[in-house]
């Protein structure tokens, strides 16, 4: 089974610059998560989805962070215009349903340092 | 006050030792996962449980529900265990929410 591919590894950007991670999810599974992980912090929530809608973005930053998924099964999150304090690992996770009896499988993480 | 507590914050260990990591949480949950994650920042998911016990090869996690209380155990420690290990729960009114402790830097020394 594949798993959760997320790209790019890294990616290096300016202030007020803009920037997009896209995140693929095992196969089959409905629900799709990003999250932040600031250095030396544990990962928070940015936004979830179930299918092609938002269930909790309630940690989002909205007038800097954008997400989507579109067709229910690839994601983007971006961010436009970056802050230095937006430097971070950005992870996306997926499980086969909502639910606390349901496993995550993470991707590697999107690596952002904003300078 | 966080509501997932790790300790200790970072371990250092020689190559054999048994390994303990704790985690205390202050919500009543629905689950609760332990996680590891080497530099590079992927994680992988070694645990979900919501009571008793599991063990998993050199792993073992432990949960006690009265208490908000779940250890990790890792026997026969090696260098290749050496990680962050952390903690995260699904709170009962989180929908399928992850909330996680800080982690514990774990170095298994040769």
């Known amino acids: 089974e594949a798993g959760v591919a997320q790209s790019p590894r890294y990616k290096i950007i300016e202030k007020r610059q803009s920037v997009a991670f896209w995140c693929n999810p095992i196969s089959g599974h409905a629900t799709l998560y990003w999250y932040q992980q600031i250095l030396g912090q544990g990962p928070k929530l940015l936004i979830q989805?179930?299918?092609?809608?938002?269930?909790?973005d309630s940690q989002l930053p909205k007038d800097r962070f954008s997400a989507e998924r579109l067709k229910g099964v690839d994601s983007t999150l971006k961010i436009q215009p970056a802050k230095l304090e937006d430097s971070a690992v950005y992870l996306c996770a997926s499980s086969l349903q909502a639910g606390a009896n349901y496993g995550y499988t993470f991707g590697s993480g999107t690596r952002l340092t904003v300078v | 006050k966080n509501e997932v507590e790790q300790s200790p914050q970072n371990l250092t260990a020689q190559e054999g030792e048994f390994i303990t990591i704790n985690c205390s949480y202050s919500?009543?949950?629905?689950?609760l996962h332990w996680l590891q994650q080497h530099p590079g920042g992927g994680i992988v998911s070694l645990f979900m449980l919501s009571s008793g016990k599991k063990k998993h090869g050199r792993l073992i996690a432990t949960i006690n529900i009265q208490e908000k209380h779940s250890s990790l155990h890792i026997t026969a420690s090696h260098p290749r265990d050496s990680a962050v290990y952390i903690c995260a729960v699904v709170g009962e009114t989180s929908g399928s929410r992850l909330t996680f402790g800080e982690g514990t830097q774990l170095t298994v020394n040769p």
């Open positions: 919500v009543g949950i629905s689950a």
């Open positions: 989805f179930q299918n092609n809608g938002v269930v909790d």
